[in-house]
């Protein structure tokens, strides 16, 4: 039972504990009037003071039985045009459940409560029997641990929030010297588990010009620090809403145009259940194999990606790639000795 307002509280004391109330559930007049030590003339004075506000309205329910009146205030009307319906709650719950794991444990931690806020907006006739749940899990082989790494994000959302442009230093690979790139973030890419800022570099003379036609992207985990540029903002330059029009995220080579002939019933399978790009085709051959074609501008991601599936995999072209993939599996036999 909630505690009694003292009898000498100030009216403004009463109308923030009575708002607080009926935010939570529906009250009678007596219940009211025992819990804010007042007369039934006050609340009802309360209440029409409630309604005077443009974002708050205390709606009023009355028993046909006993003519005892009720009031409460439904969530939805606290500043939101419509409630969150259970269905897309559960949804927001399961895109936690199944990629939540990828971010910062710390911005795990403020999902969790976010999402947790968000029940006190379902519908008053929900909230009665209402359990968070739980109901699905996501996993990756060889994560990327994004712990480390929360401040980097937090800057790069700043930059993209405020529109501000900024200083990466960025090692692309273990052991080299750390660059400095002047950068405006555009946003946030998640591939394979893994986080991409896009965006534009810009001229270290001039941080609020492109240097390039197009958009580049950086490994969050390969920065080091984002230096956030106060003076200098990102609102002239082009927003950039990149489409998985081709196969791979790391552009940087002509558009090849790839075919490759699985086999083996596992390759067959996955293959065929994926969308790999969105100008791709698959068909059969007569001996069962399936021919994979699509485009891509990623000379080494196609590579690696043919890498994973060794023996059930052949490139018919380009002719580049069939020689790339030619190579590494000499060096697989030289390395494993085998004649």
Not at 164 to 170: A, F, R, S, T
Not at 285 to 313: P, T
Request: glycine share 4%; net charge neutral.
């Amino acid at each position: 039972m909630g505690r009694k307002l003292d009898p000498d509280s100030t009216r403004s004391e009463r109308l923030f504990k009575l708002y607080d109330l009926l935010r939570i559930r529906k009250y009678s007049t007596t219940e009211l009037q025992e819990k804010l030590n007042c007369s039934k003339q006050t609340i009802r004075s309360m209440i029409d003071a409630i309604n005077a506000s443009s974002q708050i309205v205390v709606l009023e329910e009355e028993d046909k039985r006993t003519r005892r009146k009720s009031y409460y205030i439904e969530q939805h009307k606290r500043g939101m045009n419509d409630p969150i319906a259970l269905e897309g709650f559960r949804q927001m719950e399961l895109c936690r459940d199944l990629i939540g794991n990828v971010l910062p444990e710390e911005d795990y931690e403020k999902l969790n409560l976010a999402i947790k806020n968000a029940s006190n907006f379902l519908p008053r006739n929900e909230l009665q029997n209402f359990k968070t749940l739980s109901i699905a899990s996501g996993y990756q082989k060889g994560f990327i641990n994004y712990s480390p790494f929360t401040q980097q994000f937090h800057d790069l959302f700043r930059c993209i929030n405020d529109k501000k442009c900024c200083v990466l230093q960025y090692e692309q690979h273990i052991g080299e010297k750390i660059k400095e790139h002047y950068f405006a973030p555009m946003r946030l890419l998640c591939m394979h588990d893994c986080f991409y800022i896009i965006g534009w570099v810009t001229d270290k003379d001039n941080p609020e010009v492109k240097k390039f036609d197009t958009p580049t992207k950086f490994l969050v985990q390969r920065i080091k620090a984002v230096q956030i540029l106060e003076d200098y903002s990102s609102e002239n330059l082009p927003e950039v809403n990149p489409e998985n029009e081709y196969f791979g995220v790391i552009t940087g080579s002509e558009e090849l145009e790839v075919v490759l002939k699985f086999s083996g019933d596992y390759a067959k399978t996955y293959i065929a259940d994926r969308l790999w790009s969105k100008d791709q085709s698959i068909s059969f051959n007569e001996d069962g194999s399936l021919l994979l074609k699509f485009k891509s501008k990623s000379f080494y991601e196609v590579i690696s990606f043919v890498n994973s599936f060794g023996s059930q995999v052949e490139v018919i072209s380009p002719e580049e790639i069939r020689n790339a993939v030619k190579d590494d599996v000499k060096n697989l036999v030289k390395m494993y000795g085998i004649s």
